[in-house]
């Protein structure tokens, strides 16, 4: 079972990513899955979750209205589109597969991780 997270990079702040997580070995179509970062220093912080059918989201107040999270089920993927970047938003992102169908913010909540993916953004 792996998540392989693909997209990041460098930008400039202001530019957009989209951050990809592909799941092999395993569907995860039945369950919830999430996006969390880790900046340098700093522990990691939740950023966003999908339900199972992809029908919920919720996000971190610090990237409501600019982050999307999405998930396509038929290609076992989940997305995190990423506009107006801020420095701060410099971390590493992964992917995760929650233990139920839900949207889940802890990360105690997660049973599988993917390797993880840099985005940095300058300013």
């Known amino acids: 079972v792996q998540l392989q997270a693909s997209g990041g990079g460098l930008v400039q702040a202001g530019d957009s990513l989209r951050l990809s997580c592909t799941a092999s070995g395993r569907t995860f179509s039945s369950y919830g899955m999430g996006w969390f970062r880790q900046a340098p220093g700093k522990e990691r912080e939740f950023v966003a979750a999908i339900s199972w059918s992809g029908g919920s989201t919720y996000y971190a107040d610090s990237v409501k209205g600019r982050f999307t999270i999405s998930r396509d089920n038929a290609k076992n993927t989940l997305y995190l589109q990423m506009n107006r970047l801020k420095s701060e938003d410099t971390a590493v992102y992964y992917c995760?597969?929650?233990?139920?169908?839900?949207?889940?913010?802890?990360?105690?909540?997660?049973?599988?991780w993917g390797q993880g993916t840099q985005v940095t953004v300058s300013s």
């Open positions: 995760a597969v929650a233990k139920d169908i839900g949207m889940r913010v802890a990360d105690r909540a997660y049973s599988t």
